[in-house]
């Protein structure tokens, strides 16, 4: 990792990046991400894409820009919501309608999510996020017990 990435990582776990991931970046990274065909974000070169699942409740499609880890031919989503106590919405979502659309440059296209529950499989997931942004460890310790759970994107034929 280099001094940009290492310095955007101590960045992103402070008080003024946490509030930046969580108001700011959400706003300017979906047009960003889109105008780019999914190549730049505002923490680029952290791995961000924009994901749209199909609302559990309303079956109205909801976009958001989330970072993933690269995983040989997978993408791993960690659903850590900031560290808050529930599960992030788009959580549910997957759940509910496992069937996305991924905007994420070359590894965009239409995927199938699947809970990572093996306990082996869960570690080394966890292992590749923590490696992506070593934050995940700090929103596990704020969560309040829960378990953060970790998605796995399967591109659909």
């Known amino acids: 990792m280099g001094i940009y990435q290492r310095t955007l990582e101590r960045f992103g776990r402070s008080s003024p990046g946490y509030w930046f991931v969580t108001r700011i970046a959400p706003r300017i990274d979906p047009p960003m ?7 730049f974000s505002s923490v680029y070169p952290v791995p961000v ?9 309303s079956g109205l499609p909801r976009q958001l820009p989330l970072l993933y880890t690269p995983d040989v031919d997978s993408l791993i989503l960690v659903a850590s919501n900031y560290g808050r106590p529930g599960h992030p919405a788009w959580y549910r979502n997957l759940t509910a309608n496992p069937r996305v659309e991924v905007l994420a440059g070359k590894n965009s296209g239409t995927y199938t999510a699947a809970e990572i529950t093996a306990p082996e499989e869960r570690a080394d997931a966890w292992a590749k996020a923590l490696d992506v942004y070593a934050g995940y460890d700090d929103y596990q310790a704020r969560t309040g017990g829960r378990t953060i759970p970790l998605i796995r994107l399967t591109r659909s034929a």
């Open 49 to 57: 894409m924009l994901l749209t699942t199909t609302g559990a409740k």
């Open 33 to 39: 991400l889109r105008i780019t065909g999914g190549r």
